[in-house]
């Protein structure tokens, strides 16, 4: 986590930081600072936020061409000014950026203590300036190679910028296991970076990702790529696809909300040109080219982190329903640390908004080393994750600023339902009749979904308004809606900061029974098709304990509408793909009691959408 940003060129840098440190801020707040180079090093930093920084830097010199940010996800050290980004050296001269963690910092800094350094932060970005500044006087080497040099004593993950007092025509910035992206300008001379492009496509649509153990040094307008080993490389130059307008608001109250709006045209992109109704035919090359080994599958493991993670249970209800191949499901953070077995005949999946988690990310790292082969559904594009696997499908679901999780949670389990079908399809699995009623009511979801949009919301908001006080909350599901019941009560208390559970609805009897009373409401999801009499039975059960109903019911459905205390209509569709309609009102639900409790929906204390530290 953290987001970091920098600019060289002709320009004042100022605006540039700031700007792109507001569209980072998903990655982290506790605080945020600038260094701006102009022939003087100046350093604002703070706790809190941009807005926070912005005002801590009013009426300041912050004049610079070249200059560095960073907003802050504390791991070491508390989020206080003294510990927020930039960091300087022992003279002062070096400033420095850093996301990821240095884990051998203590024994560096114990070394540099010895030397005399004395050390302002608890942090452990700070022994990086430091020691990098060490090499540089006592090697007598210019600053890119004391970078090198330092980067071969450190051990961690790492995205780092570095400027210099003394080396104002250069900007070094080097990555290992944290994202950087490069923008460069039509301008000669002028470049951008950042911890993703969103920072950057207001400025420039041509890129460069940085590669594990790769430097880049801007000198004198010029840029240059080698490793940490000294071997130089030639940068893979691309296009950004992302809009600005993807960025914005767009006249909605919060990114949440209007992520959760954009959910008809996220799922329809992430479904967009990947099969044909009529032809019955899959275009999703990366199922073309694995299809012997598809055939011939014995299992496959999903590994994922929070709300993918939930993705990746509906993912094994699809894939054994209709590809008919055992699935496992796997924290990311349990499956890399418990020696799991994985031989050269597994598939791997690999479920990440970001892409760039950094437990998925080891956990696959793992898998491939023994064998297996990787699979990637991933949000963003050229992320780490989806540029280490073997194959993969991105979600296509656009830009997702909220840090709770919504239109890249529908996405997911739309391209899950895409694989589990081709999955089918190669493995002859399904009839053709099943195949061709699956993709026609595929088709209908984003419609569904947009209906469904218009015709809760005003519900939810009228529900949020009761229970918005509530302590407790309660989330039951059968089937593919139990992963749903986890994802709903995980966005209430993400954004909300109430403490809700997602069970089964059967698991109710064994344990979270006890917790029922006049007071508690549980949302139950209760739809048409499949153990709708055992979860209309599991209803009575809260009734008959007091217990405050909230329905998620199928259109027309008047069996729970009477003895619910609340009811929510979502059309009617495949039981394997109500996942994607029931969970539009409960991220309804969830944003409306946070707005209610005045949380910050966006940016929920604690949190980062971009999770690169284990
Ligand atoms: C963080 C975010 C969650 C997200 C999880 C996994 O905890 O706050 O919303 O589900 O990371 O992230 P990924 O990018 O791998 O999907």
Redesign the pocket.
């Known amino acids: 986590m953290c987001g970091i940003v920098a600019y060289y060129g002709p320009d004042q840098a100022y605006d540039f930081l700031i700007k792109g440190l507001q569209r980072l801020e998903y990655r982290g707040y506790d605080s945020a600072g600038i260094a701006l180079l102009d022939g003087e090093l100046k350093v604002y930093k703070n706790k809190g936020k941009v807005a926070d920084l912005q005002e801590a830097a009013n009426g300041k010199n912050i004049s610079g061409t070249r200059g560095i940010g960073h907003t802050r996800w504390a791991t070491h050290g508390e989020p206080n000014t003294v510990n927020a980004h930039p960091h300087l050296s022992q003279s002062g001269d070096i400033a420095l950026i850093h996301n990821g963690i240095i884990e051998n910092y203590a024994t560096l800094k114990k070394v540099l203590v010895e030397r005399g350094h004395i050390f302002k932060s608890d942090t452990d970005t700070e022994v990086l300036s430091h020691l990098i500044e060490e090499i540089k006087d006592n090697e007598q080497v210019d600053l890119l190679e004391a970078v090198r040099l330092a980067l071969n004593e450190v051990i961690g993950a790492y995205a780092i910028v570095i400027l210099s007092k003394n080396d104002p025509n250069t900007l070094i910035a080097a990555r290992n296991g944290s994202p950087l992206v490069v923008g460069i300008s039509d301008r000669k001379g002028e470049f951008y970076l950042a911890s993703d492009a969103t920072p950057i496509v207001e400025y420039t649509k041509t890129v460069t990702y940085l590669n594990d153990n790769e430097i880049v040094a801007i000198h004198n307008g010029e840029m240059t790529i080698k490793t940490i080993d000294n071997v130089k490389k030639s940068p893979f130059i691309q296009e950004l696809e992302i809009s600005l307008e993807a960025l914005e608001k767009g006249g909605y109250e919060h990114f949440m909300l209007k992520e959760i709006f954009e959910q008809p045209k996220s799922i329809y992109d992430s479904m967009r040109g990947r099969f044909d109704p009529q032809s019955l035919t899959f275009a999703m090359r990366s199922l073309e080219e694995y299809a012997s080994k598809i055939k011939n599958l014995d299992r496959i493991i999903i590994v994922?982190?929070?709300?993918?993670?939930h993705a990746g249970l509906v993912g094994e209800y699809l894939i054994e329903e209709f590809g008919r191949i055992p699935v496992e499901v796997e924290y990311a953070s349990e499956f890399r640390y418990r020696n799991p077995i994985i031989t050269e005949d597994d598939l791997v999946i690999a479920?990440?908004?970001?892409?760039?988690?950094a437990d998925?990310l080891a956990a696959l790292e793992m898998a491939k080393e023994k064998g297996a082969t990787i699979y990637g559904i991933c949000?963003?594009v050229g992320s780490s994750i989806p540029r280490m696997t073997h194959a993969g499908a991105y979600t296509h679901a656009g830009p997702e600023i909220g840090?709770?999780?919504t239109k890249?949670f529908t996405a997911q389990v739309t391209v899950l339902t895409l694989l589990a079908l081709g999955i089918a399809d190669i493995r002859g699995s399904v009839s053709r009749k099943r195949l061709r009623e699956m993709f026609a009511e595929l088709n209908t979801i984003p419609k569904k979904v947009e209906e469904l949009l218009q015709s809760c919301n005003q519900k939810c908001q009228e529900i949020a308004e009761i229970y918005k006080d509530v302590p407790n909350c309660l989330y039951l599901g059968r089937g593919y809606n139990f992963p749903v019941a986890l994802e709903g009560a995980l966005k209430l208390k993400?954004i909300s900061y109430i403490h809700a559970e997602g069970y089964p609805a059967a698991e109710m009897k064994h344990g979270p029974i006890a917790l029922i009373d006049e007071n508690m409401p549980v949302v139950v999801i209760a739809t048409k098709r499949n153990y709708y009499e055992k979860v209309v039975s599991n209803i009575q059960e809260v009734k008959a304990r007091k217990g405050k109903i909230i329905a998620i019911v199928t259109e027309g459905d008047d069996k729970v509408a009477e003895i619910a205390d609340h009811f929510i209509e979502i059309p009617d569709t495949e039981d394997c793909l109500t996942p994607i309609l029931a969970t539009i009102p409960l991220q309804l639900l969830s944003y409306y009691i946070a707005v209610l409790r005045g949380c910050n929906v966006d940016q929920p204390r604690n949190?980062?959408?971009?999770?690169t530290v284990e």
């Open positions: 994922a982190c929070g709300t993918s993670w479920i990440s908004q970001s892409g760039e988690t998925t949000n963003v840090v709770a999780s890249a993400e949190l980062a959408k971009s999770v």
